[in-house]
């Protein structure tokens, strides 16, 4: 099968090998910055949240955008490009007691994630699009509506 067979074969959408590698090559670099104690990326506050792969077992790291929520708490957001959740939910979701958080400079932290719905999502919305409206952008573009989960310390 050639190259342009296994691109026409895929859904729409759906990434291939070279931009998972670009993905994983970007997180990597992104995650050194966040250890060197870079708080903040595009005008957001960053961190790396840990995971277990779903299906592999193995340890994933992916430098996500989050805001405040309360104390030891964090709201991020799973827009994932738009068209589907991203690996990091999917993986989170499956394995939520394996998850923790690591901010710029400082060790890891195991987290207990739950996603929000109802009013506690409406909420959490108006506040993270009133803090980065390019969210809400985002979510206009997309036709599913974007999880948003809350990292507790535990």
């Known amino acids: 099968m050639t190259t342009k067979q296994k691109t026409e074969a895929r859904k729409p959408g759906t990434p291939g090998t070279f931009s998972r590698w670009v ?4 997180n ?13 990326l595009m005008g957001m ?11 592999s077992g193995e340890p994933r790291e992916t ?4 805001f405040a929520d309360g104390e030891n708490a964090w709201l991020v957001v799973a827009s ?3 068209s ?15 998850a923790a958080v690591e901010l710029p400079g400082s060790t ?10 109802g009013p506690d999502r409406d909420d959490a919305w108006q506040r993270i699009t009133a803090t980065q409206p390019r969210y809400a952008k985002y979510q206009k573009k997309s036709d599913r509506q974007y999880p948003i989960v809350r990292l507790t310390s535990r």
């Open 23 to 26: 993905q994983r090559t970007m």
């Open 28 to 40: 990597a670099r992104t995650n050194t910055k966040i250890r060197k104690g870079r708080a903040q």
């Open 45 to 55: 506050d960053v961190l790396i949240l840990k995971t277990v792969g779903r299906r």
């Open 63 to 66: 430098p996500l955008a989050w």
């Open 80 to 82: 994932g490009g738009g």
């Open 84 to 98: 589907h959740h991203p690996d990091w939910h999917a993986n989170l979701m499956s394995h939520p007691d394996q």
């Open 108 to 117: 890891a932290t195991p987290v207990t994630p739950h996603t929000l719905a």
